[in-house]
């Protein structure tokens, strides 16, 4: 796998964790979800986060890199 195609599939799945975690939060109720609503909010946001931090420290790493 090169950099470039890593680079364009940790885009777009990241992407879609995010809609998926907005998707859960227009939808499930926290006030009568049981623990499979929250266990999905939870993990679709750690998975979101996960993969915009990654993207964010090669980004970071790559411009320290260039210097």
Do not use: H
Not at 6 to 28: E, G, P, R
Not at 49 to 55: K, Q, R, T
């Amino acid at each position: 796998m090169t950099l470039r195609s890593y680079l364009i599939l940790m885009i777009s799945l990241t992407s879609v964790c995010w809609l998926l975690w907005l998707l859960i939060l227009n939808i499930i109720d926290p006030e009568v979800t049981n623990w499979i609503g929250f266990s999905l909010f939870y993990s679709s946001l750690f998975l979101s986060i996960l993969g915009a931090a990654s993207i964010f420290g090669f980004v970071i790493r790559f411009i320290a890199m260039k210097q």
